[in-house]
Protein backbone atom coordinates (compact mmCIF):
# COMPACT_ATOMS: atom_id res chain seq x y z
CA UNK A 1 0.00 0.00 0.00
CA UNK A 2 0.75 3.61 0.22
CA UNK A 3 3.69 5.27 2.20
CA UNK A 4 3.79 8.73 2.72
CA UNK A 5 6.82 10.29 4.85
CA UNK A 6 6.44 14.13 5.87
CA UNK A 7 9.10 16.51 6.89
CA UNK A 8 10.04 18.22 9.06
CA UNK A 9 7.83 17.12 12.55
CA UNK A 10 7.69 20.46 13.95
CA UNK A 11 8.75 24.08 12.37
CA UNK A 12 9.27 27.58 13.42
CA UNK A 13 9.85 30.44 11.43
CA UNK A 14 9.62 34.16 11.71
CA UNK A 15 6.71 35.90 10.77
CA UNK A 16 7.57 37.13 7.41
CA UNK A 17 9.70 34.26 6.42
CA UNK A 18 8.66 31.12 4.41
CA UNK A 19 7.98 27.67 5.13
CA UNK A 20 8.91 24.63 3.46
CA UNK A 21 7.43 21.27 4.00
CA UNK A 22 7.89 18.04 2.37
CA UNK A 23 6.47 15.00 1.74
CA UNK A 24 7.22 11.21 -0.09
CA UNK A 25 5.39 8.88 -1.32
CA UNK A 26 5.69 5.34 -2.67
CA UNK A 27 3.15 4.13 -4.79
CA UNK A 28 3.55 5.37 -8.42
CA UNK A 29 0.20 4.99 -9.24
CA UNK A 30 -1.15 7.97 -6.42
CA UNK A 31 -1.77 10.93 -8.59
CA UNK A 32 -3.57 13.20 -6.01
CA UNK A 33 -1.86 15.13 -3.74
CA UNK A 34 -4.03 17.58 -1.16
CA UNK A 35 -2.35 19.39 1.85
CA UNK A 36 -4.40 20.07 4.88
CA UNK A 37 -4.29 22.71 7.93
CA UNK A 38 -5.59 21.74 11.25
CA UNK A 39 -5.70 24.58 13.79
CA UNK A 40 -5.81 23.90 17.03
CA UNK A 41 -8.63 22.11 18.40
CA UNK A 42 -10.40 22.06 14.79
CA UNK A 43 -11.20 19.81 12.13
CA UNK A 44 -8.49 19.21 8.75
CA UNK A 45 -9.28 21.35 6.08
CA UNK A 46 -8.30 21.13 2.55
CA UNK A 47 -5.98 24.24 1.80
CA UNK A 48 -4.55 23.43 -1.56
CA UNK A 49 -3.92 20.47 -4.18
CA UNK A 50 -2.17 19.57 -6.84
CA UNK A 51 -2.61 16.50 -9.30
CA UNK A 52 -0.13 14.38 -10.93
CA UNK A 53 -0.76 16.04 -14.60
CA UNK A 54 0.64 19.52 -12.96
CA UNK A 55 4.15 20.67 -11.75
CA UNK A 56 3.48 23.33 -9.84
CA UNK A 57 0.40 25.19 -8.36
CA UNK A 58 0.03 28.58 -6.32
CA UNK A 59 -2.96 30.31 -5.04
CA UNK A 60 -1.92 33.79 -2.77
CA UNK A 61 0.63 32.85 -0.09
CA UNK A 62 1.15 29.19 -0.78
CA UNK A 63 2.25 26.86 -3.15
CA UNK A 64 2.57 23.12 -4.06
CA UNK A 65 4.98 21.66 -6.19
CA UNK A 66 5.24 18.08 -7.47
CA UNK A 67 8.27 15.84 -8.79
CA UNK A 68 6.71 12.48 -10.04
CA UNK A 69 10.14 11.34 -11.02
CA UNK A 70 11.67 11.42 -7.36
CA UNK A 71 7.99 11.22 -6.07
CA UNK A 72 8.34 13.69 -3.62
CA UNK A 73 5.92 16.99 -3.49
CA UNK A 74 6.24 20.05 -1.02
CA UNK A 75 4.65 22.48 0.54
CA UNK A 76 5.74 26.37 0.10
CA UNK A 77 4.35 28.90 2.52
CA UNK A 78 5.30 32.99 1.93
CA UNK A 79 5.64 35.89 4.04
CA UNK A 80 4.12 33.63 6.79
CA UNK A 81 1.91 34.76 9.30
CA UNK A 82 0.52 33.93 12.69
CA UNK A 83 -2.34 32.65 11.56
CA UNK A 84 -0.66 29.96 9.54
CA UNK A 85 0.36 28.61 12.84
CA UNK A 86 -1.28 24.71 12.53
CA UNK A 87 -0.50 21.36 12.11
CA UNK A 88 -0.31 20.22 8.17
CA UNK A 89 -0.74 17.44 6.31
CA UNK A 90 0.40 16.03 3.28
CA UNK A 91 -1.64 13.29 1.27
CA UNK A 92 -1.39 10.91 -1.13
CA UNK A 93 -4.47 9.16 -3.15
CA UNK A 94 -5.29 7.41 -6.57
CA UNK A 95 -8.29 9.90 -8.10
CA UNK A 96 -11.22 7.94 -9.60
CA UNK A 97 -13.49 5.95 -8.44
CA UNK A 98 -13.32 5.47 -4.33
CA UNK A 99 -9.53 6.76 -2.97
CA UNK A 100 -8.35 5.61 -0.20
CA UNK A 101 -6.30 8.39 1.16
CA UNK A 102 -2.75 7.93 2.74
CA UNK A 103 -2.07 10.88 5.44
CA UNK A 104 1.78 12.01 5.95
CA UNK A 105 2.38 12.47 10.15
CA UNK A 106 1.72 15.84 10.19
CA UNK A 107 4.13 19.07 10.76
CA UNK A 108 3.24 21.73 13.47
CA UNK A 109 4.35 25.39 12.09
CA UNK A 110 5.22 27.90 14.88
CA UNK A 111 5.07 31.43 13.30
CA UNK A 112 6.99 33.71 15.59
CA UNK A 113 5.71 37.20 15.57
CA UNK B 1 -21.49 23.92 3.16
CA UNK B 2 -20.79 20.23 3.63
CA UNK B 3 -21.28 19.16 7.01
CA UNK B 4 -20.04 15.78 8.58
CA UNK B 5 -21.02 15.77 12.10
CA UNK B 6 -19.79 13.21 14.59
CA UNK B 7 -21.77 12.28 17.94
CA UNK B 8 -20.21 13.08 20.54
CA UNK B 9 -17.03 15.57 20.96
CA UNK B 10 -15.79 13.65 24.50
CA UNK B 11 -16.27 10.26 25.38
CA UNK B 12 -14.94 8.66 28.65
CA UNK B 13 -15.78 4.96 28.54
CA UNK B 14 -14.22 1.73 30.85
CA UNK B 15 -11.95 -1.38 29.19
CA UNK B 16 -13.96 -3.93 27.57
CA UNK B 17 -17.15 -1.52 26.82
CA UNK B 18 -18.46 -1.53 23.53
CA UNK B 19 -17.75 1.66 21.98
CA UNK B 20 -20.44 3.36 19.19
CA UNK B 21 -19.14 5.95 17.24
CA UNK B 22 -21.13 7.58 14.95
CA UNK B 23 -21.18 9.86 12.00
CA UNK B 24 -23.66 12.01 9.44
CA UNK B 25 -22.93 13.75 6.23
CA UNK B 26 -25.36 15.27 4.31
CA UNK B 27 -24.12 15.89 0.87
CA UNK B 28 -24.69 12.34 -0.48
CA UNK B 29 -20.83 11.52 -0.64
CA UNK B 30 -20.11 8.12 -1.82
CA UNK B 31 -16.80 7.63 0.26
CA UNK B 32 -16.49 7.56 3.90
CA UNK B 33 -13.74 7.18 6.54
CA UNK B 34 -12.97 6.94 9.69
CA UNK B 35 -9.11 7.83 11.26
CA UNK B 36 -7.56 8.00 14.31
CA UNK B 37 -5.31 11.01 14.79
CA UNK B 38 -2.41 10.49 17.41
CA UNK B 39 0.58 13.01 18.29
CA UNK B 40 3.47 11.99 15.96
CA UNK B 41 1.48 9.82 13.96
CA UNK B 42 -0.85 11.69 11.86
CA UNK B 43 -4.29 10.47 10.65
CA UNK B 44 -3.97 6.87 10.06
CA UNK B 45 -6.77 5.13 8.48
CA UNK B 46 -9.09 2.66 10.09
CA UNK B 47 -12.21 1.38 7.87
CA UNK B 48 -13.31 3.47 4.89
CA UNK B 49 -16.68 3.18 3.03
CA UNK B 50 -17.35 3.07 -0.90
CA UNK B 51 -20.83 2.45 -1.00
CA UNK B 52 -23.62 1.54 1.38
CA UNK B 53 -22.77 -1.73 2.98
CA UNK B 54 -19.64 -2.41 1.82
CA UNK B 55 -16.23 -1.47 3.87
CA UNK B 56 -13.14 -1.58 3.60
CA UNK B 57 -10.06 -1.76 5.91
CA UNK B 58 -7.58 0.47 6.44
CA UNK B 59 -4.10 0.83 8.28
CA UNK B 60 -5.13 0.01 11.71
CA UNK B 61 -8.64 -1.86 11.47
CA UNK B 62 -7.49 -4.36 14.61
CA UNK B 63 -9.58 -4.22 17.36
CA UNK B 64 -12.55 -2.21 15.12
CA UNK B 65 -15.52 -2.70 13.28
CA UNK B 66 -17.67 -0.56 11.02
CA UNK B 67 -21.53 -0.27 10.02
CA UNK B 68 -22.61 1.52 6.82
CA UNK B 69 -26.54 0.65 6.77
CA UNK B 70 -27.37 4.51 4.83
CA UNK B 71 -24.97 6.58 2.64
CA UNK B 72 -25.28 9.12 5.14
CA UNK B 73 -24.39 7.33 8.38
CA UNK B 74 -21.08 5.51 8.99
CA UNK B 75 -20.48 3.54 12.08
CA UNK B 76 -17.42 2.65 14.26
CA UNK B 77 -17.93 0.37 16.84
CA UNK B 78 -14.78 -0.30 19.07
CA UNK B 79 -15.75 -4.13 20.49
CA UNK B 80 -14.36 -3.81 23.23
CA UNK B 81 -12.21 -0.71 24.28
CA UNK B 82 -8.68 -0.60 25.54
CA UNK B 83 -6.39 1.79 27.06
CA UNK B 84 -4.56 1.66 23.54
CA UNK B 85 -7.48 2.61 22.18
CA UNK B 86 -7.72 6.17 23.80
CA UNK B 87 -7.09 8.50 21.04
CA UNK B 88 -8.99 11.50 19.06
CA UNK B 89 -11.31 9.52 15.91
CA UNK B 90 -11.67 11.52 13.03
CA UNK B 91 -14.35 10.70 10.25
CA UNK B 92 -14.45 12.41 7.01
CA UNK B 93 -16.51 11.76 3.52
CA UNK B 94 -15.36 12.74 0.27
CA UNK B 95 -16.44 13.29 -3.38
CA UNK B 96 -14.29 13.00 -5.98
CA UNK B 97 -10.87 13.66 -4.07
CA UNK B 98 -11.61 16.26 -1.09
CA UNK B 99 -12.08 14.71 2.26
CA UNK B 100 -14.72 16.75 4.25
CA UNK B 101 -13.79 16.24 8.11
CA UNK B 102 -16.08 16.08 11.63
CA UNK B 103 -15.08 17.63 14.59
CA UNK B 104 -13.50 14.93 15.89
CA UNK B 105 -14.15 11.99 19.01
CA UNK B 106 -12.01 12.48 21.90
CA UNK B 107 -12.21 8.85 23.58
CA UNK B 108 -10.85 8.14 26.58
CA UNK B 109 -10.77 4.47 28.13
CA UNK B 110 -10.03 3.85 31.51
Known amino acids: GENVEQHPSTLSVQEGDSAVIKCTYS??????FPWYKQELGKRPQLIIDIRSNVGEKKDQRIAVTLNKTAKHFSLHITETQPEDSAVYFC????????????FGTGTKLQVIP | DVKVTQSSRYLVKRTGEKVFLECVQD?????MFWYRQDPGLGLRLIYF???????EKGDIPEGYSVSREKKERFSLILESASTNQTSMYLC?????????FGQGTRLTVV
Open chain 2, 27 to 31: MDHEN
Open chain 2, 92 to 100: ASSVNTEAF
Open chain 2, 49 to 55: SYDVKMK
Open chain 1, 91 to 102: AASRDGGYQKVT
Open chain 1, 27 to 32: DSASNY
